[in-house]
DNA sequence: ACCCAGGGTCATA
DNA sequence: TATGACCATGGG
């Protein structure tokens, strides 16, 4: 009765399905938000991010363009309760150049995904998990988002060492999932909901859906 | 008063 | 290639 979600990644997606049901991921009303959160979020609470992006909807500044107008000491403050405000701020101009720069979302989305992806990579500020972020969630590509919570539960579940590289990860479950967008979607979704409702620190892992194949008892390692 | 959060860049060895 | 410093707010 525990055995399943070690037996494969499609076997987790289903029991964390199971579990948590269906999580409608990112939270954000347009793929511009989806990208602007993606690079707010870079090891930072989701909570503070929400509130950055709220100063800026309050601002009327969510969009390429309006952000853009804006100097970048106005930027900064806007953002502050995210977290790291000063790089963050250069990284968002960035992302809005690159976006004018290459005609719009619309121009964007005719590109195809290795070709965008190493266009977002070349953006100063997006590494490879905001990249993705913004493949999946804003352009509905199928590829899979490594995070530091999908690292240590894959670990937990002894489905990887632990010293993997990105890309080795990421392929690793892309080509067991598949080019299938809205399962690796749910997934991600999935393992940083699980990671919020149940792993974080704490003797043991209580309520956890995972049961006996989720090893995070007494582990130490915070969440 | 700690520890950490949905990373990425840069300098150094 | 592989560490370490740095960025900075807010919650537990």
Redesign the pocket.
Known sequence: MTAGAASGFRALLQELQRAYGPRH???AETPFEVMV??VL????????VE?AIDNLKRRGTLAPETLLALPQSEL?ELI??????????RRLRHLCSFLVDAGGETALRQRPTEELREAL?D?????????D?ILL?AFGRPVFVV???TRRLFRRLGRIAG?E??EQLRRLVEQEIGADAAALNELHALI?HH??AHCR?RPECAGCPLGGSCPGAGEG???
Do not use: C, M
């Open positions: 991921w990112w939270p959160g993606a979020t870079q090891n930072t609470a989701w909570q503070n509130r900064a502050r309760p995210s977290g790291y405000f000063n790089v963050k701020a990579l953006v100063h500020g997006i590494g490879p998990e905001t990249a972020d969630y995070d530091a919570y010293n590289g990105y940083v990671a919020k620190v390692q915070p969440g």
